[in-house]
Every structure is written in C-alpha cells, then in structure tokens.
C-alpha cells in the first residue's frame, strides 16, 4: 500500500513506494506463541449424570438456592457467579455437564473446578486434537471448588504452574477454556484486582479478578500469564445476565497448587487448623473492644479442646499477628493457618481488654466438617435417597438459629418427589434420631444409613426450627 500527499496532482509529484516485506518475516503482534503453548493442554471436560443426570444437576441448583436462603446471596441482583443453571428438562440420555480442564503433569493429571464434575458418573475428556479419555476423579476439595482428575496417557501437552503471589495488577492475562463448547477459546484481560475475597463463591477464597472475558463452559480452564505459566483456575463470573461482563474470577495458583500436590499424594487436601470461628472488625465492634483501629479478625467462637482453647485463645480476642506478620482481615488469617503445615508452633499475637498477649499454637489437622453425603442417586428404593446432609458444627448451628448443645446433621436438599420429601422432611431439618439410633455427626449418619435396607420403614426425630418432630419414611 502507498500514501500518497496533496501534491499528487501535480505533475512533478512521485509516488514513492516502499517495498513490501515478505509475509514470513513480517512479526505477529500479541501473544501467538502462548496461545500455541497452552492451548493444546486445555480440555473439554464432560459429564454424565447417567438416566437421572438432570435430576442430578437440577438438585445442586435447588441447593444452591436453599444455601442462598439460608445464609444469604452476596451477589444480590446480580444473580449467580456460575452463570445461567442448565435446563431442567434434558432428555436423560444427553451428557448434561460441560467444562474446562488444565494438564498439569504429561501423565495426564487434570486440574478443574469440584462443580464441573459435581455429581458425574462418567467423564470424558477431549483433547483440541480430538483425542478421547476416560477421565477418574483422583480427589475434590469443595472448600475452594477445585477438583484433580486422572487420565491413562503418557506425553501430553501441559502447562507449567506459574507464582501467581507475583501477579501485579494491570498485568496481562490470558483466559484458555471452551466456553459454550466453542473449543481453544484464548481471551486477553489485565489483572483487575487481588485477593477477592468474602465473595460467597467458595469456603476459601483469595481470587484473582480479571476482565479476561469468561463464560459458562470456561469454568475449570487456566488462567495464564504472559509467559504462558498457569497462574489460576477459571472459577466464576460476576454477572447480571450469567454472560460476560468483564468481572470474572480465579483461583490462583498459589493455592491451587497446594490442593493439587495434596491430592496427589492422599486423595484428600489437609489444611492447617486453629479452631476459632471469626469475623471481621467493624468501626463499632473496634470502638466496643477499645481497639484503635479495624485490622485483624475477631474471634467470636473457639471450638472445644481445638488448638486455639489450649493455647488460651478466648472468645473476644482480636487476632492482630500470625507467624510474624500482621493480620489485616479474617479472610488473611484463613489463609495463612490453612497453609501452615501440621504441627508447627505458630506465634500468635491477639488484642485482650486494651493489653498485646504472644501465644503459641500448635497447629492442628483441620477436620472434615464440611464433607456433604449423598446417599446414592440410583438407588432409588433407598429410604433417604435424594437427601444431602452436611455435619452441624457450631459455626452452621449459630447460622441456622440453633444452640451449640444442638447435635446432629443438617438437611441441606431433599430432592422433590422423593420419599423423604414426601414424609415431608426439607431444607433446614436437624436429623437427631434415625431409627431411635442418636445421630451425633455425619459418621452416625453414614453408618446407620449404611445398613437401612430397601422397603424398610425410618422413623426420624428432627429439629425444626427450635421444636423436635418424628417423621416417618416410607418407600
């Protein structure tokens, strides 16, 4: 192409022409060479949920729903940081799920998010060169919605962990995944933003924001950085439509990588573990304690014979310090204790009546309180089929307006139709009794449900809301 001046009218004027560089020497802008490096690692993961799968999936939206009622949506208007629910009336022989994936190691190690594959009973993940595996769940952890799938291969494309705690924001970003099944989608962002957290998404969150464009489908994929390192896990959008609007959010490596190196070696993730339930320090609760300014957390419970009670941390304290370093907000301290490895003797510093007290605490082996059972979904003669509970710890039981003497576990989603729900068990119910069997934890719960047999009749003893009921189930 020439540009040629006003003075081309003229008969005096030339047209000097630059000669043209041959194509192959002409440089390609943007980032080419990452997209070529990553994509190839980046899978498509789908689910199936078998003849039930969209019953399946339509119950982990109903407990998303029952989990917004009871403790609240932060997203508000906003609607859900999954994007839009799947339709409820699939036919049941379709694969019902889709997602993204990351290789992480060339034998086929796959890392992606625990609500990709929620609730599957196959997975198959697809290559972009159109290669097909069976994929096996290695281990989840809900806690931060990551989950470690296995696949039988050797020599894959994978992607190298990056040090996300190097992330800057204003760094370039890339977004690699399939969103809406559109297969090596590469989307360009900056950081927005760090350590998100408080945002209802997951039990431990320190996400990375980005304006990288995600999209349903995109959850699982990687989130890299200029030089093609894996520096989080494409998580969830902030969205008013369930589309891009130019805030989504990812699990960075720096805590990605320790869920993956767990998983690996025991199938489960271990985290540090204080005891303490703790809340943030307002403008007023600091005026009501005599501090002088907001940071740390408060600890408003200590859990009984935790390693918080026997080091003397008590309710009240202000945790100001952890291992040497200050403690800014709750979501800071979660974070440090969760990686502190078990057994270390932690210095911490707390805020008591106006006075600074140095305590030492030995790190415990956080419990499994959280871990929701689901009885069988193809058992459909079982008489508490479609019933999900979850352990009623302190923290669960002050939220739901129970008393700390309240035993038991909670009903987080009874599926409709089911018999259960016919008996008219629901959302928010403490199972105490099972058969006049005392259900203390969620192991009682396992262990006397393990040996119901099918036809037979349950007789409940429940909480609701303060009362105690029975229920009777029938098949």
């Not at 049941?92 to 060339?106: C, D, K, L």
């Not at 969150?205 to 890299?224: C, H, K, R």
């Not at 039981?397 to 139709?417: C, I, N, S, Y």
């Not at 119910?429 to 037979?456: A, F, G």
Request: hydrophobic residues 35%.
């Amino acid at each position: 192409m020439s540009f040629t001046s006003s003075l081309a009218s003229s008969p005096t004027a030339q047209t000097v022409a630059s000669p043209a560089m041959p194509a192959t020497q002409l440089p390609v802008p943007g980032f080419t060479e990452v997209a070529k490096a990553v994509t190839p690692a980046v899978v498509n993961i789908t689910t199936s949920m078998g003849d039930r799968g969209h019953e399946a999936r339509g119950q982990r939206d109903r407990m998303r729903e029952r989990m917004e009622e009871f403790f609240g949506s932060p997203w508000g208007p906003f609607g859900s940081p999954w994007g839009p629910r799947m339709p409820q009336d699939q036919p049941e022989h379709r694969r019902s799920g889709m997602g993204s994936g990351v290789i992480v190691t060339p034998d086929g190690h796959i890392i992606t998010n625990n609500h990709v594959i929620d609730g599957a009973r196959e997975l198959t993940v697809t290559l972009p060169d159109k290669r097909e595996f069976k994929g096996k769940v290695i281990g989840t952890d809900p806690k931060t919605d990551l989950a470690l799938i296995k696949v039988e291969a050797r020599e894959l494309p994978y992607v190298a962990w990056g040090d996300s705690s190097k992330l800057q924001v204003g760094e370039y970003v890339l977004a690699v995944g399939n969103p809406f099944g559109l297969n090596s989608t590469v989307t360009l962002g900056i950081v927005s933003a760090l350590g998100r957290g408080r945002m209802g998404i997951t039990q431990y969150e320190d996400f990375i924001q980005t304006d990288a464009a995600i999209n349903p489908g995109n959850s699982g994929g990687a989130l890299v950085n200029a030089r093609g390192e894996l520096v989080g896990i494409n998580t969830a959008i902030f969205s008013q439509t369930g589309g891009y609007q130019g805030v989504g959010f990812a699990v960075p490596a720096s805590m990605a990588q320790p869920v993956y190196d767990s998983l690996v070696k025991t199938g489960k993730v271990v985290r540090g573990y204080l005891g303490v339930g703790i809340q943030e320090v307002t403008q007023d609760l600091a005026k009501s304690f005599g501090l002088t300014q907001t940071q740390g957390a408060l600890v408003s419970d200590v859990n009984e014979d935790s390693p918080a009670e026997q080091a003397g941390i008590k309710q009240g304290d202000v945790i100001i310090g952890y291992q040497g370093s200050s403690v800014q907000d709750p979501v800071a301290l979660q974070r440090s204790v969760t990686r502190t490895p078990i057994g270390t003797k932690a210095a911490v510093k707390v805020a008591r009546n106006g006075n600074e007290m140095d305590l030492t605490v030995t790190i415990g082996e956080q419990p499994d309180s959280t871990k929701v059972a689901m009885a069988e979904q193809g058992s459909s003669d079982h008489p508490l089929a479609g019933v999900a509970v979850q352990e009623l710890d302190r923290q669960t039981a002050r939220e739901l307006g129970f008393t700390k003497k309240t035993q038991g576990v909670v009903v987080m989603d009874v599926e409709p139709d089911s018999p259960a729900s016919q008996a008219g068990l629901t959302s928010g119910d403490v199972i105490r009794e099972i058969n006049r069997q005392p259900v203390k934890s969620l192991k009682d719960y396992e262990k006397i449900t393990s040996s119901l047999k099918k036809d037979q009749q349950v007789l409940l003893l429940i909480n609701r809301k303060g009362a105690s009921l029975f229920l009777t189930v029938k098949v």
